[in-house]
């Protein structure tokens, strides 16, 4: 039976889905972006008056993204080790991907998840990054 988790940590939710699901030992997260919980400020990220993107930093994403995803599988029982494929949604790959894929580096020296990442022209919120995953919970947790 699947089980829904809410992380009291991590941004909330911007529409109407859990931060992650586990089913059995396996852990589905959510699209997770660089968001702060209980607040609209995206790190990194200036809007217009009109909530254009006026200019946005991709490495304060990157961290900021990189810190939701560890506190949502800490609230799920798992950890930053334990994940096993990652989905990256970049709106800019021409511009935004050597930045990316340097920063990833540095948070997966160690483990190594398969990988995608693909460019789509807009996500949900005025972000330029965000991730999918997959990780394991170890039996008994």
């Not at 909330?12 to 089913?23: C, F, L, S």
């Not at 994403?61 to 949604?89: P, Y």
């Amino acid at each position: 039976m699947p089980t829904t988790i809410l992380s009291d940590q991590a941004p909330e939710p911007i529409g109407t889905y859990p931060h992650a699901k586990r089913v059995g030992n396996l852990l589905f997260l959510s699209g997770v972006g660089p968001r702060k919980r209980g607040s609209k400020e995206i790190p990194g990220v200036t809007l217009s008056a009109q909530g254009a993107i006026t200019s946005y930093d991709i490495e304060a994403q990157c961290h900021s993204v990189f810190k939701n995803v560890r506190l949502i599988l800490e609230a799920s029982g798992s950890k930053w080790e334990n994940m096993v494929d990652v989905t990256v949604f970049l709106t800019n790959m021409k511009s935004d991907f050597a930045t990316f894929n340097r920063i990833y580096s540095e948070y997966f020296k160690e483990n190594q998840p398969c990988r995608t990442t693909v460019e789509v022209n807009a996500l949900p919120t005025p972000i330029a990054v965000e991730l999918k995953c997959i990780a394991v919970v170890e039996l008994g947790s």
